[in-house]
C-alpha cells in the first residue's frame, strides 16, 4: 500500500472508530451516522486535509460503494413480501407505482430551465439519480413509535425498493446519452443485458442459494455463522455474474435478493419463529458500514469539492429536488386515499436522498458521462443538503406529527392514518441498517 493510500486508510478507520464510541450518546440526538461520516469526509477530501481525492484513489472508492448499494439492494429485496403491497400495503404500492415515476418526470423537467448546457438525456439521469429515497438519513420519521405503523410501514418498503425500481430507468436513459460507454451497446443491447440477463442471473443464483441454505439449516448441516456467509456470498455471486456477462450487477443482486428470502421463507417449519435466527444479519451489518464508509467517501470526493463551484441554479435545484419534486408526486399519489394533509405533508417531506443516489453519481464518472461536473455537483449538493436537514428535522417532525396523530385519533378512533398495516409487519420489514 502507496504512503498516500495508507493515510487514507488510517483516517477512515479513525473516524469508524471514533463514531462508534459514541454512537450510543448520538442516537439520541438529531446529529445521524450519515451527518458525521459525510461531514468528516469532507474535512479530508480534497478542500479539507486532501487525503482522499477521487483523482488518485478512484478504483477503491467505486468498489466500496457499489459494494455497499449491491448489499442493501439485496437485503432490502430479501424483506419482500407480496403482502406488503396487498390491502394494508396501499401506501407504498401508491408511491412506486405512481410517486417514484412521477418524481422522475418532475426531477427531468426541473432541470430543463436550470441547466441549458446539458442534454435532454442528462436531465433524464439527474432526475432518475435523485429519485431514490433513503429512510436512514431521517430514521425517526420511519422508526419512532410516534408515528402510526401504516406511515412508518409505508416508508420503509418505499425506501427499500425504489433504489431497485429506479436502475433501469437509469441504465437506459445512460444508454441515450451519447459518447458514454453504455450509448456503445445502445439501449436494445442495455435493455437485454442489465435487465432481462441481470434478472434472469439474481432470480437463478439467488433462488439455488436460498433453496441450498433452507436444505442445510433443516439438515443442521451449516453452523449459524456460516449461514450468515452464505447469504453475503450469494449476494457477491449474483453481482459478480452479472457484471462479467456485462449486465448489471444491482439489478441481479435486487432479484437474487427477492428470489432468496422467498427460498428461505418457503423453508421455514409451520409455526416457528422468523426471528429466532436471521442469517442476513452479518449482511445487514456489513452493508450498514458500508453504507456510512460511502458516506466518508462522498463528502470527501463529490460534496467537498461541489460546495467550490456553488452557484444559484444548483441551490435551487437541490432546494426544490427535496420538495416540490417530491411532495408533489407524493400529493398526487395519495390523492382519493383519506390521508389527511398532515400525513401527506410528513410522507412528502420524509424522502431523503442517500446511498443509492452517491452510487449512481459515482457510476456517472465511470461512465464518461459528457455533462458529469454539473451533474455531479447539483447530485452532490442535493444529497448533502438532504443529510443535513433531513437527519436533523427527523426527531422534531416525528414527535410534532405523533401528536397530531394521538390528537386526531382521539378525536376520530377510525382516521385512515390508524388502520392498516400492523405493528408486527413494520417490525419485520426494518433492519439493523435503518435504525443507524
Known sequence: MSGGGAWTGAAVAAVTVGYALFSRRLAST???????????????????????????????????????????????????????LRSEGFLPLRLLAIGLPLSIAAGWLLAWPLFPGLTVWEFALL???????????????????????????????????????????????????????????????????ALVVSTLVGLALGGLGGRQLTHARARGWATGEWQQVVVLAVAFCAYSVATALDGSGFIATWTGGFAFGVALRRGEPAGGDPAKERPADLTEYVSGLLGNLSFLVFGAVLLGPALEHLNWQIITYAVLSLTVVRMVPVALALAGTGMRLPTVGYIGWFGPRGLASVVFGLLLVEDHVPGVELLGRVVAVTIGLSVLL?????????????????????????????????????KQHIDPRRLR
Open 30 to 84: 438529531p446529529v445521524s451516522a450519515p451527518m458525521v461520516f459525510t461531514g468528516f469526509g469532507v474535512l479530508i477530501g480534497p478542500v479539507g486535509m486532501d487525503v482522499l481525492d477521487l483523482g488518485h484513489d478512484a478504483g477503491p472508492v467505486l468498489t466500496l460503494t457499489e459494494a455497499a448499494l449491491a448489499l442493501v439492494l439485496f437485503t432490502d429485496a430479501m424483506t419482500v413480501r407480496r403482502r406488503h
Open 127 to 193: 432526475g432518475a439519480i435523485l429519485a431514490p429515497t433513503d429512510a436512514a438519513l431521517g430514521k425517526a420519521a420511519a422508526s419512532s413509535p410516534r408515528v402510526p405503523p401504516l406511515v412508518r410501514h409505508g416508508l420503509n418498503v418505499e425506501s427499500g425498493l425504489n433504489d431497485g425500481l429506479v436502475l433501469p430507468f437509469f441504465l437506459l436513459f445512460l444508454a441515450a446519452v451519447p459518447g458514454t460507454v453504455a450509448s456503445e451497446e445502445g439501449a436494445a443491447g442495455v435493455f437485454w443485458r
Open 390 to 426: 433531513h437527519g436533523m428535522s427527523a426527531p422534531y417532525f416525528a414527535d410534532r406529527y405523533g401528536n397530531w396523530y394521538d390528537a386526531a385519533r382521539t378525536a376520530s378512533p377510525d382516521v385512515r392514518e390508524a388502520q392498516g398495516a400492523a405493528e408486527s409487519m413494520v
